[in-house]
């Protein structure tokens, strides 16, 4: 509580409007950039999201098997920190962008998104198996990267 205090009094009303519209405009770019690969939940009236948005998963859930949790998983492999699974959405994944990231991180968060899409579509289209894949044996972990013994049906 004092950590948060301190925050709103050091930013001032000025700061704290900035921070809203700068998280706001985040969150809206990056429902733009992945509105072609995922569905996106809960816009305005005017197509806008707030300063998050859902991701809904279970269209590809049912036709591939790939879940929520899954997905995060991969995303690890990324660099990323999973997303709030499930809520408030049961298949969903909540994304919020701060007012700290930059561009740059963000494009990187999209393109990762972009790349898990075109991994769920090699599953939809048969190229990748459906229990022994990318998705669902993530995270890659540096020990299993490194082992001699590789067991996937895809490289390293």
């Known amino acids: 509580m004092a950590i948060s205090y301190a925050y709103i009094k050091l930013t001032g009303a000025k700061g704290l409007r900035q921070c809203a ?3 706001i405009l985040n969150a809206n770019y990056m429902a733009e950039s992945l509105k072609d690969d995922y569905k996106i939940s809960f816009r305005g009236d005017q ?3 707030a ?3 859902i991701i809904d998963l279970n269209e590809i ?3 591939t098997g790939i879940t929520e949790e899954d997905v995060a998983k991969r995303l690890m492999d990324y660099g990323f920190h999973a997303p709030t699974m499930s809520w408030p959405l049961v298949g969903g994944l909540m994304i919020e962008p701060t007012e700290s990231e930059d561009k740059t991180e ?3 968060y999209i393109d990762a998104f972009k790349s898990i899409r075109q991994e769920i579509r090699e599953i939809e289209e048969g190229k990748a198996d459906k229990t022994n894949n990318l998705l669902k044996n993530a995270p890659h972990t540096l020990r299993r990267l490194m082992s001699d013994k590789w067991d996937f049906p895809y490289t390293r």
Do not use: P, S, T
């Open 61 to 63: 859930k049912k036709k």
């Open 106 to 108: 963000i494009d990187r």
């Open 21 to 23: 519209d700068v998280a």
């Open 51 to 53: 300063h998050e948005f």
């Open 47 to 49: 197509g806008r999201v």
